[in-house]
């Protein structure tokens, strides 16, 4: 697979379309192969596939500058604010990012989008894969349908399926109204795919003790930066 794919990236690789760390990852087998290799196992063809999309999901993150998604005071600055949270864990161990929609205003979508890569890239890829994920949790309690940022979400449905395959555990959505909700249970195989939407959980906020370790910590938090906003 390594070859083919080296064979039919050259003129990308000429052009410098990929960067260079990338290309050297394919030689050494590491985390692309392998993600990609299941990601694509129902495929006639698996390796095949699997290059196709390393191709593709290659060419995407040049353009996109993953290396360069946000520096790190732009992080700590997001991070600090009330709206965006990383620290609470899963039921199984993996990092949290909740964004609070009540304090998120949809103008920092794209910092929001720059966020979730550059946490993935650096806090959950390494070379050796360890199983280690990334929930999403969208927090939409006392912020309504009109406040939630459907570009955001698409993305992280997108980085779900495609762009990180494998590598977010869940992507919840707490207290989304009920009208939506409902639609998206009946449309969201056809949307995103039955393996994808497995994981995508539309919750009330009383169930997220299912996938929230220290939930009373995660809601402790919540209250103080709600309360701090209001003040």
Not at 69 to 88: D, H, R, T, Y
Not at 111 to 117: G, M, Y
Request: net charge neutral; hydrophobic share 40%.
């Amino acid at each position: 697979m390594c070859a083919n794919f080296l064979e039919d990236s050259t003129e990308y690789i000429q052009n410098e379309a990929f960067y260079s760390a990338d290309v050297e990852s394919i030689k050494r087998k590491d985390y692309w192969v392998w993600r990609y290799i299941r990601h694509n196992r129902k495929a006639v063809d698996v390796c095949s596939a699997a290059a196709r999309n390393i191709q593709k999901n290659f060419l995407w993150r040049k353009k996109f500058g993953v290396k360069n998604a946000m520096n790190p005071s732009k992080v700590n600055e997001l991070l600090s604010s009330n709206c965006f949270a990383l620290g609470e864990v899963d039921d199984a161990g993996n990092k949290i990012l909740t964004i609070r929609n009540r304090l998120y205003h949809k103008k920092q979508s794209e910092d929001a989008k720059h966020l979730v890569i550059f946490i993935i890239e650096n806090e959950m890829l390494n070379e050796i894969d360890d199983g280690s994920r990334l929930t999403v949790l969208f927090d939409i309690d006392g912020a309504g349908i009109n406040s939630f940022d459907f570009g955001l979400f698409s993305f992280t449905v997108k980085c779900h399926k495609s762009l990180y395959p494998d590598q977010l555990a869940y992507i919840l959505v707490s207290e989304m109204p009920y009208a939506f909700a409902t639609t998206w249970e009946l449309f969201k195989n056809l949307i995103v795919g039955k393996r994808c939407a497995q994981s995508i959980r539309f919750v009330a906020e009383l169930e997220l003790i299912k996938y929230v370790d220290k939930i009373q910590q995660w809601a402790a938090e919540k209250k103080i930066a709600l309360s701090a906003n209001d003040n």
